[in-house]
């Protein structure tokens, strides 16, 4: 089973940038499409961005997150990351990687096969 970890949270003032990271130590995230995913309190889980596992990797962002939000991969790190910029309060929620072997984006939430635990952000001054 994928084990997938996501890290880089904390907390950031408004305006800030953030780059959060997602990884795994038993496969290589490569052959997998990853999708970024935030629920905020008291919100439902929403979409963010999916990275293909194409070797193009090709990248799609849900129209909601267009322009602050961007998705690479580092395949000799073994990574995607999520960086997000000019942050506002009401990014501050948890955020959640998840993948999709051999995946082509966009996908939806219900596709992906593995889920990460989350990291948590919070935008406060």
């Known amino acids: 089973q994928v084990q997938l970890v996501e890290s880089g949270g904390g907390l950031v003032q408004p305006g800030g940038s953030l780059r959060l990271s997602c990884g795994s130590s038993?496969?290589?995230?490569?052959?997998?499409?990853i999708g970024w995913f935030r629920q905020g309190p008291g919100k439902e889980r929403e979409g963010i961005s999916c990275?293909?596992?194409?070797?193009?990797?090709?990248?799609y962002y849900s129209d909601a997150m267009k322009g602050r939000f961007t998705t690479s991969r580092s395949n000799a790190k073994n990574l995607v990351y999520l960086h997000i910029d000019s942050l506002k309060s009401e990014d501050t929620a948890v955020y959640y990687c998840?993948?999709?072997?051999?995946?082509?984006?966009?996908?939806?939430?219900?596709?992906?096969?593995?889920w990460g635990q989350g990291t948590q952000v919070t935008v406060s001054s």
């Open positions: 998840a993948a999709l072997q051999w995946g082509l984006c966009p996908l939806s939430e219900n596709d992906y096969t593995y």
């Open positions: 990275i293909s596992s194409d070797l193009r990797g090709s990248t």
């Open positions: 038993e496969f290589a995230l490569d052959l997998y499409a």
